[in-house]
Nanobody, 124 residues
Framework: QLQLVESGGGLVQPGGSLRLSCAAS????????IGWFRQAPGQKRQGIVC????????NYGDSVKGRFTMSRDNAKNTVYLQMNSLKPEDTAVYYC?????????????????WGQGTQVTVSS
């Protein structure tokens, strides 16, 4: 069964950058749609970026477009999320998620296989 492990979260000042990684085992990431969701305190999980399976086309949510970049390394079975110009409102737990189709916005019930999440805190 596919398992996902995120890393790279931490504390960063507003305007700073972080790069998150999501390493997969037990399956091939390219066989799935892969995305990043985030959950801020008291809020629902929101999909912010996604790549459809067997594709390099990236779909970005409006809240991160122009600041975040998603990429993948099929040889390493890993995807990355480069986050620039971070804002306090980007503070959340970030999850790597795979499913058959991309999902942005609220996570539908039962959607996807999730990693354990990594905390990103943007604060001065």
């Amino acid at each position: 069964q596919l398992q996902l492990v995120e890393s790279g979260g931490g504390l960063v000042q507003p305007g700073g950058s972080l790069r998150l990684s999501c390493a997969a085992s037990g399956g091939t990431l390219d066989d799935y749609a892969i995305g990043w969701f985030r959950q801020a305190p008291g809020q629902k999980r929101q999909g912010i970026v996604c790549i459809n399976k067997h594709s390099n086309n990236v779909n970005y949510g409006d809240s991160v477009k122009g600041r975040f970049t998603m990429s993948r390394d099929n040889a390493k079975n890993t995807v990355y999320l480069q986050m620039n110009s971070l804002k306090p409102e980007d503070t959340a737990v970030y999850y790597c998620v795979v499913d058959l189709v991309c999902g942005l916005g609220n996570a539908p019930p039962g959607y996807g296989t999730w990693g354990q999440g990594t905390q990103v805190t943007v604060s001065s």
